[in-house]
């Protein structure tokens, strides 16, 4: 009976989390010269432009997770002031949201996604934050080093929503997680689990980081994460 009552518990939980993540989009705008898909972040409407002919410049329901839990959890993990990096930004939300919430930003992805990202990054942070987030391409794995040499780059939190998928280049991003990962640096990761590669990542990157799972949400299938260097000993940064 215990049992049965807990995983009720667990499901009515999910649900009303994952319901208050997705009524965090708003009414599309349908007049106009211009498609966007709206979103209430900050108490602030964001406009994202999409673009259907680049997968990655598609919104995906991590993002909104990952941007979810920044809002809600300033008091434990404030970006205020804070140097984050966010890695496959696609259309830019996680970047827009921590910025409104005050850190400084740098927003990478592939070059042919930047021009909508940069697009809607400056759209919705023009005026409205402390600091111009910065975007920039950055290709996963050997071009890291070269675009953020250690000496004068160095992070307080790497975030990513939906980078690990069926595609040929886990290798690279597991290189750029851990070239970018420095003694103190956090990692905030949603995922959605599609195929059998999402599970045999998070069992490699399990090898090189602690990770701690903030949030299980199976009507999304998706999962946030919390990650640092394991040889900064088995006690988190703060």
Not at 10 to 27: F, N, Y
């Amino acid at each position: 009976m215990g049992d049965a009552t807990n995983k009720e518990d667990g499901t009515a939980a999910d649900a009303e989390l994952a319901k208050a993540i997705m009524s965090r989009q708003s009414l599309p705008s349908v007049i106009g010269p211009e498609a966007w898909e709206g979103y209430i972040f900050s108490d602030m409407e964001i406009k994202i432009k999409e673009s259907t002919d680049l997968y990655g410049a598609v919104l995906w329901p991590s993002a909104m997770v990952l941007c979810h839990f920044l809002e809600t959890n300033q008091d434990r993990y404030s970006l205020a002031d804070k140097n984050v990096i966010e890695l496959g930004a696609g259309t830019g939300l996680v970047t827009i949201v921590s910025s409104l919430l005050g850190a400084k930003v740098t927003s990478t992805d592939l070059p042919d996604v930047l021009g909508n990202l940069r697009y809607n990054v400056m759209r919705n942070t023009k005026d409205r934050c402390r600091y111009i987030p910065v975007v920039t391409e950055l290709i996963w794995g050997p071009d890291v080093e070269q675009r953020f040499p250690r000496a004068t780059h160095c992070f307080d939190y790497i975030l990513a929503a939906d980078v690990v998928y069926a595609h040929p280049y886990l290798e690279e991003l597991m290189d750029t997680f851990d070239y970018l990962c420095r003694g103190s640096t956090q990692i905030l990761w949603a995922m959605r689990f599609r195929l059998d590669p999402e599970n045999s990542f998070v069992d490699r990157f399990q090898q090189r980081f602690h990770v701690e799972q903030l949030y299980d949400l199976p009507s999304l299938r998706i999962k946030l994460f919390r990650a640092w260097r394991k040889e900064g000993g088995a006690e988190a940064p703060a």
